[in-house]
T-cell receptor
Framework: TQLLEQSPQFLSIQEGENLTVYCNSS?????LQWYRQEPGEGPVLLVT?????EVKKLKRLTFQFGDARKDSSLHITAAQPGDTGLYLC???????????FGTGTKLQVIP | KAGVTQTPRYLIKTRGQQVTLSCSPI?????VSWYQQTPGQGLQFLFE???????NKGNFPGRFSGRQFSNSRSEMNVSTLELGDSALYLC??????????????FGPGTRLTVL
């Protein structure tokens, strides 16, 4: 069973601060996704990264895929209350392997 | 393009009953996965269907079952409901299996409450 560990599990910060969330595995993934989920709703896809070392930016969010495609990070600059939610990473392997989801990081941004 | 739709959005059942949840994937997507999400256990994988065949299965009892139709729509069924089955059930669709094509798009979920 492949495992994706996220850290930290919980994060409570003030509006305007920066933060980084990590997603680590011992497995190699051919692609990795990040999602944000709000209470009672389904996760919403933020980004897919496929190339080792790839960096993608989405406004104040920066996503990086590790060179070995085993880990990823999500950096948020100048966090806002609207960033509050559960952040999930997910890794997809080749073939018929199921997608593996991380343990999640619950972020609270205080105004 | 319409997103993933799930029906019903909310459901209240009593112990011992059974329930069927429905999921319509994004048009053109052939893979549908089901997840159970609870505050204590997080997102747990139930099963995945591709081209009407179950390709992967999580560690859930046989009371949980699913199927996929030729139009890729999927249903999951839970029989003999228990209090612990109360959860948000999420359906996700993807274009295919493997790599970037396996990127999953989620529906809004069905909130099941078992009394």
């Amino acid at each position: 069973t492949q495992l994706l560990e996220q850290s930290p599990q919980f994060l409570s910060i003030q509006e305007g601060e920066n933060l980084t969330v990590y997603c680590n595995s011992s497995s190699v993934f051919s692609s990795l996704q990040w999602y944000r989920q709000e209470p009672g709703e389904g996760p919403v896809l933020l980004v897919t990264v496929v190339t080792g070392g790839e960096v993608k930016k989405l406004k104040r969010l920066t996503f990086q895929f590790g060179d070995a495609r085993k880990d990823s990070s999500l950096h948020i600059t100048a966090a806002q209350p609207g960033d509050t939610g559960l952040y999930l990473c997910a890794g997809a392997e080749g073939g018929y392997q199921k997608v593996t989801f991380g343990t999640g990081t619950k972020l609270q941004v205080i105004p | 393009k319409a997103g993933v739709t799930q029906t019903p959005r909310y459901l209240i059942k009593t112990r011992g009953q059974q329930v069927t949840l429905s999921c319509s994937p994004i048009s053109g997507h052939r893979s549908v996965s089901w997840y159970q999400q609870t505050p204590g256990q997080g997102l747990q994988f139930l099963f995945e269907y591709f081209s009407e065949t179950q390709r992967n299965k999580g560690n859930f009892p046989g009371r949980f079952s699913g199927r996929q139709f030729s139009n890729s729509r999927s249903e999951m069924n839970v029989s003999t409901l228990e209090l612990g089955d109360s959860a948000l059930y999420l359906c996700a669709s993807s274009l295919a299996l493997g790599g970037a094509d396996h990127t999953q798009y989620f529906g809004p979920g069905t909130r099941l409450t078992v009394l």
